[in-house]
């Protein structure tokens, strides 16, 4: 259906519809403009007009200039920025859009069209601003390939794309009962058993959860427990791990995998042996695929999780701290660059309903807190702290145990809470243990003459 048409179908069949043009009307009826639409000169002048102006046309029309309200961006209302100025300054001092007069007397060029549905102008302004971005970048992208600066051209069209508006979908209503409990009866990943499943009740679709530590702690033991855990209930795993080869990480997983088949020190494992282990393991549970630095030059952000989003998959990221945002800068150039990555993770989670448990560090301050880490301990950036759904923190205990606090729940209680756990990643013992074998564990410490505050 062309431009016309539709612009015709917002009034009603017994209207009159100006067409072009500030002061001309027409004198052709709804159905006699429905009639001229395709082919014709009318409809060749419509499909001329630019989306924005369509756009300002129908906020004018409807006497308020709120291009947000729509699902409209700044970025999108480009090409008109004296109108577009005019009109938000009028807005925020009159607390309406200015009058058509002033419009027309001051921009006598602007292709007014009268009668149209904001929502529907909306649309336009999107479909105009994808084709400006996508013919743009494309071109850009194809002239950095032809002189062999792929890396470039990957990172010119991961930002260029990553602009784009996929317009506003429907929304959910309030009484949508099947809808909340869709929501609410979602599946779950498993976490580890303890006080951590108890009281998360499993990783919800679309969270996005940190791990939280000083170095040397056990984070990323930690997140090879879950995503071990996750995959022995059938879910596929994806561990991104920015600060070791994948190797090493294939080595934990291995470990964990085989914590209840063998219980001996890991070195007197043959190599035999540990082959029927894992193949025996990994036929009752889900795939778990790991990416170092080596499978993506690019470096490791957002986009990632939008590229594989799929049911029952879980990504383990390790960690932010060595994490870019799409445009390609890294998380230790600022705070900002920081607080863009994890507003990028989050809403990566969130567009794609796919899971995220991503490592962070602690700063020094909190590694000396009374009550232990909070969010406003992490490094680098507060954002983290505020995006994430949940947020629990390991701090050394013994050389046998840990302190772990939930140091943030979005959708429970629970916040504060402590408790202890093993730490023996020889064995792949992580257990949650009582205060008083966590007592016992640091007097062996004690006995030992080993300290580990």
Known sequence: MTVTSLITRQR???????????????NHTELELEDLAYGSPLNAAYDAVPGEALF???LLDLGQYNPGSWGVREVEMARYPQLHALATHYQLHAGMAPPLSL????????????????AWAATAVHADHTDRVLRTTLASAASLVATDQHEQAITLMTTGLAGLHQGLPQGVDICDFDALLEGMGAERCPLPPGRLAHVLGGIIPGDFGLIAARLNVGKSWWLAYIATVAAEAGWNVVFASLEMPSFLVMDRIHRLACRTAWRRPWADLEDAHRRALLGAWSERSGRVTIYDPSHRKQGFNASLVASLEAERTVVIWDHIGLSRTIAGVRAISDWRAAAEISNELKEACLTTRMPVIAAAQINRTGASASSGPSPEHLSQTDALGQDADWMVTIAPHSTGSRVMKFAKTRNGPGVGERYYTRYDPAVGNFADITPDQAIALKGADIERDIDFD
């Open 103 to 118: 419009v027309t007397s001051r921009f006598a060029s602007f292709p007014y069209v009268a009668g149209l549905s904001p």
């Open 56 to 58: 300002i046309s129908a």
């Open 12 to 26: 009603p069949a017994t209207s009159v519809s100006p067409v072009l043009g500030a002061t001309g009307t027409s």
